[in-house]
């Protein structure tokens, strides 16, 4: 299966700019499908992004945050070629775990 | 002749299964005590997000008050058409920022989302929200020990929440 994240990593010498897009349902528990039915809470509780052994951005989303999550930041003390890990983890156990080489 | 090599021969096969067993038991072990530990480190503030009130939101996340201040630029939409994805970004101009959290104040569960700032990070974010009707919108800044806000009012046409 192809991953659920996708990344993009670039590096303007001492900053590191990543933009990350997750697929995922981010149900919030509060919804009805068609049939009037609750569709139960399904949404990623942490992402994380590490380079270089150190935890550099670390998200704790609620229901809140949008379908097929966006998140955008950047940081220094990385330089091209480093490889930024990127793992995110559901409240139904669910995860996913992608290496992205900073360009 | 044969009949005695028979014996020997198992029981060098089991001891050397034995201690293959024996090695894979200890190797495992590093395995099983690495994700313990990281999972001790950056706990998920489930209590925080169960919330309905804002301020109870960052009593549980923070357990302090915030004040007002114009060095957290919070940049969102005057008027989102689609509650469902607002997009919303803080960025600030004060230093040692260890967190930065998003509160929407009219949803049914107040705090959004709340991000982790590392040591050499950029203390800013862009993501994107759901916003259940035309609320304040709260982001939080903690920069060495304190807490700093800044308030948008996004008016939203179509609500994220169902619709």
């Given at each position: 299966?192809?991953?659920?994240?996708?990344?993009?990593?670039?590096?303007?010498?001492?900053?590191?700019e990543v933009?990350a897009?997750?697929?995922?349902p981010?149900?919030t528990?509060l919804?009805?499908?068609?049939?009037g039915?609750?569709?139960?809470a399904?949404y990623?509780?942490?992402l994380?992004?590490e380079?270089?052994g150190?935890?550099?951005?670390?998200a704790?989303?609620?229901?809140?945050?949008?379908?097929?999550p966006?998140?955008?930041?950047s940081?220094?003390?990385?330089k091209?070629?480093d490889?930024?890990?990127?793992?995110?983890t559901?409240?139904k156990?669910?995860?996913d775990?992608?290496t992205?080489?900073?360009? | 002749?044969?009949?005695?090599?028979?014996p020997?021969?198992?029981?060098?096969?089991?001891?050397q299964g034995?201690?293959s067993?024996?090695?894979?038991?200890l190797?495992n072990?590093?395995f099983?005590a690495t994700?313990?530990?990281?999972?001790a480190?950056d706990k998920?503030p489930e209590?925080a997000f169960k919330?309905k009130n804002e301020?109870?939101?960052?009593?549980a996340l923070y357990g302090?008050t915030?004040e007002?201040?114009?060095?957290?630029?919070?940049?969102?939409?005057?008027i989102?058409?689609?509650?469902?994805?607002?997009?919303?970004?803080v960025?600030?101009?004060?230093?040692?920022?260890t967190s930065?959290?998003f509160f929407?104040?009219?949803?049914?569960?107040?705090?959004a989302?709340?991000y982790?700032?590392?040591?050499?990070t950029?203390?800013?974010?862009a993501n994107?929200?759901?916003?259940a009707k035309?609320s304040?919108?709260?982001?939080?800044v903690?920069a060495?020990g304190?807490?700093?806000?800044?308030?948008k009012?996004?008016?939203?046409?179509?609500?994220?929440c169902g619709?």
């Amino acid at each position: 299966m192809a991953s659920s994240i996708r990344v993009r990593a670039t590096s303007n010498g001492d900053i590191t700019e990543v933009q990350a897009l997750i697929q995922h349902p981010m149900d919030t528990g509060l919804v009805k499908n068609p049939a009037g039915e609750l569709i139960p809470a399904h949404y990623i509780q942490q992402l994380k992004f590490e380079c270089n052994g150190k935890d550099v951005f670390v998200a704790d989303w609620g229901t809140a945050v949008s379908k097929d999550p966006y998140v955008k930041f950047s940081f220094k003390g990385a330089k091209k070629g480093d490889d930024l890990k990127i793992s995110w983890t559901d409240n139904k156990g669910g995860s996913d775990t992608t290496t992205a080489k900073i360009a | 002749m044969t009949t005695t090599t028979g014996p020997v021969a198992t029981r060098r096969l089991i001891l050397q299964g034995a201690a293959s067993v024996a090695m894979l038991g200890l190797g495992n072990l590093p395995f099983a005590a690495t994700p313990a530990r990281a999972a001790a480190n950056d706990k998920y503030p489930e209590e925080a997000f169960k919330q309905k009130n804002e301020a109870d939101a960052i009593k549980a996340l923070y357990g302090k008050t915030a004040e007002p201040s114009d060095k957290v630029k919070l940049d969102a939409p005057e008027i989102a058409e689609n509650g469902g994805v607002v997009p919303v970004s803080v960025t600030t101009t004060l230093d040692k920022v260890t967190s930065i959290s998003f509160f929407v104040a009219e949803n049914p569960f107040a705090l959004a989302a709340s991000y982790k700032i590392a040591d050499g990070t950029i203390p800013g974010v862009a993501n994107r929200l759901k916003m259940a009707k035309t609320s304040n919108l709260v982001a939080i800044v903690e920069a060495d020990g304190k807490l700093y806000s800044a308030t948008k009012e996004v008016k939203v046409t179509v609500g994220g929440c169902g619709g």
